[in-house]
């Protein structure tokens, strides 16, 4: 495998976004940067590619200062790292390298029995327990020199054949959750055996993450955002995007972030690099956009987060406490919704110049009101039934989404 030492400064200068985001990577070399992985300051991997067959591995060891490129020989589309020394990678065809030495060198795995199409997740809990997904769930406990198919899905839809990296696999308290595009899956045996809590192809799920075995979100490659707190008996859904959501995660019991941008597999036509934040446990949701394409996955360890893009850039955030703080003070100065809860006329209040889009939904998801606006607004909601409502406000650079309770 061929290796490339990048001294940071020789590929980029670093540049200052919005605060505390800083590019802190960037390769014009590639066509695109799939998935991150942020085990701690000590060790940071990504994953990308340039054209079909020429994949690419990149690690840090210093926070993200510098960076060092490895060739994988295959188009990788999801990166694991679940120690200091282990590194596990996939791709296409079925191929995947692994590390045990933290990126230092690296090995070549066959993941049989061969899936059809691209590898677009994996996952391990530990250097020896792992998975890998295209519509069969893989399992491995022996570091991934073997593999077993545990689990098959017939998917109906075609968001699979999306290029990219998916969080579709978690950890609960004893539980083990899996979403595919047409359902949530549990575990309670460490990925032996599957059992279906919600399956509906229509939901099209991307990434999902649990505080325990009962409260969660998953995430959606239509822009939908679902909650639950009873194990997905039962969920809310709000349509948070007209474009996909990416790797929802929370980084304590109340601040989350998920990335939002266009659907994987549209080459130039993704834009909107947005990250969503909540200060809530997602109660509401409010972001600022800082790059002109997708977000594509998200990784945290305590309160520093990175980020990769479409467009070729890994993004840091050293403190995202105070950073959230900021892109929340922007986005209620900027927009203001009143009073709340509300019998009848609810008040918007816009500071943004230029065009406001309005977006009215119920807890189904359903959208119950769309509007453009220039300057303040009125909504009557007195025929409205009783309930939760989200509202969605976008500009072009900010959005938020409050929840309003309508009496």
């Known amino acids: 495998m061929k290796k490339h030492f990048v001294l940071l400064f020789l590929m980029i200068s670093v540049l200052q976004l919005n605060a505390q985001w800083n590019v802190v990577y960037s390769d014009t070399t590639v066509d695109y940067m799939s998935d991150i992985k942020y085990f701690n300051e000590q060790l940071i991997a990504a994953c990308g590619s340039n054209n079909f067959y020429d994949g690419r591995v990149w690690t840090s060891r210093d926070n993200g200062e510098t960076w060092v490129m490895d060739t994988a020989g295959f188009r990788n589309n999801g990166i694991s790292v679940?120690?200091?020394?282990?590194?596990?990678?996939?791709?296409?065809?079925?191929?995947?390298?692994?590390?045990?030495?933290g990126g230092l060198s690296w090995q070549s795995l066959?993941?049989?029995?061969?899936?059809?199409?691209?590898?677009?997740?994996?996952?391990?809990?530990n250097d020896s327990l792992g998975f890998a997904y295209k519509y069969k769930i893989l399992r491995t406990v022996d570091g991934g020199n073997s593999w077993s198919s545990q689990f098959g899905f017939q998917l109906s839809d075609n968001s699979e054949s999306m290029d990219g990296a998916a969080e579709r696999?978690?950890?609960?308290?004893?539980?083990?959750?899996?979403?595919s595009p047409g359902g949530i899956y549990s575990s309670p045996d460490s990925g032996l055996s599957w059992g279906p809590l919600q399956?509906?192809?229509?939901l099209s799920l991307r990434s999902i993450f649990m505080f325990n075995d009962y409260e969660g979100f998953a995430s959606s490659f239509t822009g939908s955002l679902l909650h639950t707190s009873d194990g997905w008996l039962t969920y809310e859904i709000r349509q948070i995007s007209d474009q996909g959501l990416h790797g929802v995660t929370f980084i304590n019991d109340s601040v989350g972030l998920m990335g939002a941008g266009g659907f994987y597999g549209y080459?130039?036509?993704?834009?909107?690099?947005?990250?969503?934040?909540?200060r809530d446990r997602?109660?509401?949701?409010?972001?600022?956009?800082?790059?002109?394409k997708r977000i594509c996955?998200?990784?945290?360890?305590?309160?520093?987060?990175?980020?990769?893009?479409?467009?070729?850039?890994i993004f840091r955030c050293d403190n995202l406490i105070s950073y959230v703080n900021h892109v929340e003070t922007i986005c209620n100065t900027s927009f203001q919704i009143y009073p709340n809860p509300v019998n009848n006329l609810l008040h918007l209040d816009f500071s943004d110049e230029g065009t406001i889009s309005i977006t009215i939904m119920d807890v189904k998801g359903e959208i119950v009101m769309r509007r453009n606006s220039n300057g303040s607004s009125l909504i009557d909601m007195e025929q409205m039934p009783s309930g939760i409502y989200f509202i969605c406000i976008e500009s072009e650079k900010l959005k938020t989404i409050k929840k309003v309770i309508k009496l």
């Open 82 to 101: 679940p120690s200091l020394s282990a590194i596990y990678s996939v791709g296409c065809d079925g191929s995947g390298i692994k590390s045990v030495d």
């Open 110 to 125: 066959q993941i049989v029995p061969l899936p059809t199409d691209d590898l677009t997740d994996v996952f391990f809990i």
């Open 169 to 179: 696999f978690c950890l609960g308290d004893d539980l083990l959750f899996f979403a």
């Open 199 to 202: 399956e509906d192809s229509s």
């Open 267 to 278: 080459g130039d036509g993704d834009t909107c690099g947005m990250i969503l934040y909540t």
């Open 282 to 292: 997602g109660q509401n949701w409010f972001g600022e956009r800082f790059s002109d």
């Open 297 to 313: 996955a998200l990784s945290c360890h305590d309160s520093t987060c990175f980020a990769v893009s479409y467009d070729r850039k």
